[in-house]
C-alpha cells in the first residue's frame, strides 16, 4: 500500500487546516486509517483513529479541534484541523491498516509525512 499525504504549510494560531492522504494499491483491503504526528525530539503520537465503520476516537489534546474522516470510494482519509496552536506543530503522518486479500496476511503502512507549522 502506498500512502500520499498532502495539505500541510504554515498557519498562525487559530487558524485552520486540511490534511489529506490518499491510498493505492491492488490486492488490500483497507481497515483502520488514522494520523499520527511527530514534534522535533519527541516520539510518534496518535493524533485520531478512524475505524472502517467510520468511528473515530481522538488524542485529548485534539478533541473538539480536529475532525478525522474517510472516504472508501476514493480510498482517502482526512483531517481537518481547526483552533490550531503552536504545539500543534509537527510532521504529520497518515497510517493505514490494511489486509492483502490473497495472502490474507495484515500490516501497517505509513505515509510520507506533511509538515504543519503553527507560528504567529
Known amino acids: 500500500v502506498q500512502l500520499q499525504a498532502s495539505g500541510g504549510g504554515l498557519v498562525q494560531p487559530g487558524g485552520s487546516l486540511s490534511l489529506s492522504c490518499s491510498a493505492s494499491g491492488r490486492s488490500y483491503r483497507i481497515n483502520e486509517m488514522g494520523w499520527y504526528r511527530q514534534a522535533p525530539g519527541k516520539q510518534r503520537d496518535l493524533v485520531a483513529v478512524i475505524t472502517k465503520g467510520g468511528s473515530p476516537n481522538y488524542a485529548d489534546s485534539v478533541k473538539g479541534r480536529f475532525t478525522i474522516s474517510r472516504d472508501d470510494a476514493k480510498n482517502t482519509l482526512y483531517l481537518q484541523m481547526n483552533s490550531l496552536k503552536l504545539e500543534d506543530t509537527a510532521i504529520y503522518y497518515c497510517?493505514?491498516?490494511?489486509?492483502?486479500?490473497?495472502?490474507?496476511?495484515?500490516?501497517?503502512?505509513w505515509g510520507q509525512g506533511t509538515q504543519v507549522t503553527v507560528s504567529s
Open positions: 497510517s493505514v491498516r490494511a489486509m492483502n486479500i490473497v495472502t490474507m496476511a495484515s500490516n501497517n503502512y
